[in-house]
């Protein structure tokens, strides 16, 4: 509104000045949806009426040019009474923690904890900070937190519309750019009428974006959009690849029917994303399934010779192809879609794509987790072989293959993703192991407690607090997000352990601390002004000291 036609002639003739250009009220009233009686009748009174009409209207989220107002009619229907409790108290806070982007959620997840909403007058404001959000989170806390009024406010207003829409429901024709990118199954039933001219105009990144926005939507459609760009001649292999990323986690079997076939694309580029969404998904399907026969027969248990001092034992033989054929090149085992980074050498390539891609069930018949891990390998493969099966782990969020992973204490690539996936005892003794040496390897002491869910147990948190004198021989930048993040979500109360720990830091140390002291004290305040609100508590009044007595020192 700010940028419309009105607008701009009142800039216009407000710069000039009244008596040199004189306003169209008429006009002005016409185009703003009133009576032009309600104009006052001085020229420069008319254009600061006119002004202020056109501000509400874009606090409003109204434009009269895309809705067409009739003077004789309302401009849209009011707002629904609120259902959740109303608390004026708390906008205080959101104009105190605006500019502190980390703290802010913190401020409306526990007003949705408490069932509470902002006022009217900030709902704007809220909005606002919610959609410069990059992902999704903060935009459904600031719907949540402005009610049934933030709820009808976003749907009159295209700035919020489609965030409106992704978070509520309120549209679900609107696009979903925050949404995964993934096509899904089990759909609802389909309706008629969907446009599908951004489909069929727009570029490729609008094409996209419309494909996930109607797979929110309209799965049943989107399926069969996709179908028809992947099996007909017409559409670009750009295009191909895209949808086939969007298949890899959708949970309908048409979309393993359409990787599968996508396999024999006419472009390598689709048939690697074919490959590489295929065997990054964690339900069976036939392209696990030829891989880990592929698995097991390149990688066999068999019996140690004779040790000098004890028997034999069991040992993993890597035996890697000497050649692949057709079915293999199918599965495109001779290109480099699985990017695996560390893996050097065709044969190596190939081993690890197959035990990679095949599921973890496939090792059963050859020993437990605990077993395999620690099972000896030939020439040299154990890496290979343990960097596959951390990959594989990753993708199947398996705790038991996890935690004899970690186990090892091996450094194998990707192996701290795994501590997600953790038994919590496993989790914590890798953590406090790693805390121990934190001196001499710091960064795998960063790499564990960034994995590890908060809050930390007390014999977690005083195993870091005994460290922070080995943290300061490195540069206090390396431990800015660990400190941040302890800020966040440790208990308010565990601000004291941290300053005890201040004296004799170096000053780039102290001041690390010191902001996540004050965090934590902020989060004390916070909840207690959160807990007053919930109950209907007022802020107590500011007060100011009173002056000292005469005659004493100040």
């Known amino acids: 509104m700010s940028n419309g036609p009105v607008w701009q002639e009142l800039v216009a003739i407000a710069v000039p000045g009244t008596a040199r250009r004189e306003p169209a009220a008429s006009a002005w009233a016409d185009e703003l949806g009133v009576d032009v009686s309600t104009f006052a009748a001085e020229a420069p009174q008319q254009v600061l009426a006119a002004a202020a009409l056109a501000t509400a209207g874009r606090r409003a989220g109204v434009t009269p040019e895309s809705i067409g107002l009739q003077p004789d009619r309302e401009i849209v229907d009011p707002a629904p009474p609120e259902s959740l409790t109303v608390a004026p108290t708390l906008a205080r806070w959101f104009d105190l923690l605006v500019g502190e982007r980390s703290l802010l959620p913190v401020l409306l997840t526990g007003m949705v904890e408490r069932g509470l909403v902002f006022p009217a007058r900030i ?8 959609i410069r959000d990059p992902g999704a989170r903060l935009t459904e806390l600031a719907l949540a937190t402005t009610g ?17 829409a992704l978070a509520t429901g309120l549209g679900a024709e609107a696009e979903a750019p ?7 199954g089990n759909p609802p039933s389909e309706v008629d ?16 974006a419309w494909l996930q926005g109607v797979a929110v939507s309209h799965p049943t459609t989107a399926m069969q959009v996709a179908r028809a760009a992947l099996t007909g001649r017409g559409e670009s292999a750009d295009l191909r690849e895209r949808i086939v990323a969007l298949l890899a986690g959708a949970p309908a079997p048409e979309a393993v029917e359409l990787l599968e076939a996508a396999l024999d694309d006419r472009a390598a580029g689709v048939r690697r994303a074919a490959a590489r969404a295929l ?18 027969t390149w990688v066999q248990r068999s019996s140690s010779p004779r040790k000098l001092f004890g028997g034999g034992g069991a040992l993993l033989v890597v ?13 495109q085992l001779d290109t480099e879609w699985h990017a695996h980074g560390t893996v050097r050498g065709d044969a190596a390539r190939h081993v690890h794509a197959a035990v990679a891609a095949a599921p973890l069930s496939t090792w059963a018949a050859l020993g437990t987790p605990e077993q395999l891990v620690l099972m000896p390998v030939s020439e040299g493969w154990a890496q290979l072989l343990h960097q596959a099966w951390v990959r594989r782990t990753l993708v199947e969020g398996d705790a038991r293959w996890a935690d004899a992973l970690v186990s090892t204490g091996a450094t194998t690539p990707g192996l701290a993703g795994l501590l997600a996936w953790c038994s919590p005892l496993v989790r914590e003794e890798v953590v406090l192991r790693r805390l121990a040496i934190v001196a001499g390897q710091p960064e795998l002491a960063v790499e564990a407690l960034d994995h590890l869910p908060h809050p930390w147990s007390p014999r977690v ?13 490195g540069p206090p930048h390396r431990w800015a997000g660990t400190f941040a993040r302890t800020a966040l979500d440790e208990p308010p109360e565990r601000a004291a352990d941290l300053t005890a720990r201040l004296p004799g830091l170096p000053h780039a140390w102290a001041a690390l601390l010191q902001r996540s002291i004050e965090s934590l004290h902020l989060r004390a305040e916070l909840r207690q002004a959160l807990d007053a609100a919930a109950r209907g508590i007022p802020d107590p009044p500011e007060t100011t000291a009173p002056p000292p007595p005469e005659g004493d020192s100040p």
Do not use: K
């Not at 709902?123 to 919610?130: C, E, I, K």
């Not at 948190?461 to 943290?471: G, K, N, Q, Y």
């Open 193 to 208: 009428g969907l446009d599908d001219r951004a489909w069929r105009e727009g570029d490729l990144a609008t094409r996209i």
């Open 461 to 473: 948190w005083r195993a870091f607090l005994d460290a922070i004198p080995a943290m300061t021989v």
């Open 178 to 184: 925050s949404r995964p990118p993934t096509l899904s």
């Open 148 to 164: 049934r009024r933030g709820a009808w406010l976003a749907a009159q207003d295209e700035r919020w519309r489609r965030y409106a």
């Open 279 to 296: 065997a990054g998904r964690r339900d069976p399907s036939p392209f696990q399934q030829r891989m880990a026969e592929r698995a097991l």
């Open 123 to 130: 709902v704007p404001d809220v909005l606002d900070h919610g």
């Open 319 to 331: 035996d890697p192809p000497d050649g692949l054929g057709d079915a293999e090149r199918r599965d």
